[in-house]
């Protein structure tokens, strides 16, 4: 058994698969965060709540086995959910997909739960931390039918550009864990940021742009950020990539 250091992670493997061919594992610089860690208020009352319906909709732990997780379905990600109204809407629309839904607001993971047991939606985990994080150590390659990033952050001063969520070296983490043909599908309401996501995604060898340019709305939900972003003149852009 030999040990080697991966990005942030410590692996160990058999020296017998050392001749196996194997396609190199990203690079992620998982020092700089791509989020605000906003936790906000919560009740007691709440976090008990929570605390009773993470288990049943969240993740068990360790390595997440897709198959499994969808029921043998399509598995789909989503990285900053919200509130989670577009998450039900989407959720409801498509029953026969499951959507791993990602989010680092605690009151808003506890207001998705919520309204998933109110409603009995069975098609929808939560799971409340770092998609990076998720994606680098517990995700498998190759197992996810799409990836959804409706509204990141778009970071707009250029001392904080690094932590934008749409950057190379999270983009091929992203691209690497997509099945052959599936989506990774942005939307953003900041034109500076629309334009840097066309550059970082374009020179992506794993993906390719499955429109000229943008892509149309589809039918992605309304989010509250996007209508706040129309109420103020802004342009929304949609880009849709698919793995190779």
């Avoid at 061919?21 to 989020?35: A, G, K, L």
């Avoid at 009151?107 to 994080?133: K, M, S, T, W």
């Amino acid at each position: 058994m030999t040990v080697a250091r991966v990005g942030s992670r410590t692996v160990q493997h058999d020296t017998a698969d050392d001749d196996a061919p194997q396609e190199p594992r990203p690079d992620v610089d998982r020092s700089v965060r791509t989020y605000h860690p906003r936790r906000g208020r919560m009740t007691e009352e709440r976090k008990a709540r929570t605390a009773v319906l993470l288990p049943r909709y969240g993740l068990p732990a360790g390595q997440v086995d897709v198959a499994e997780l969808g029921h043998g379905g399509p598995v789909v990600l989503e990285i900053g959910f919200g509130l989670g109204h577009a998450t039900l809407e989407m959720a409801q629309a498509d029953p026969s997909t499951t959507i791993l839904a990602v989010d680092v607001h605690t009151p808003g993971v506890h207001r998705l739960l919520v309204r998933l047991d109110r409603l009995a939606i069975a098609n929808v985990r939560v799971h409340e931390g770092d998609a990076v994080e998720l994606l680098d150590e517990r995700i498998p390659e190759s197992s996810l039918a799409g990836i959804r990033i409706f509204f990141p952050d778009p970071w707009p001063k250029a001392r904080h550009h690094k932590r934008r969520l749409i950057r190379p070296d999270l983009v091929r983490l992203m691209a690497s864990r997509l099945q052959p043909g599936a989506p990774l599908h942005c939307a953003t309401d900041w034109v500076p940021y629309a334009d840097s996501m066309v550059e970082v995604l374009d020179a992506e060898p794993l993906l390719r742009n499955a429109y000229p340019l943008w892509a149309p709305r589809l039918e992605r939900p309304l989010t509250k950020f996007e209508q706040q972003g129309v109420e103020k003149g802004h342009e929304v852009r949609d880009l849709v990539y698919v793995r190779t």
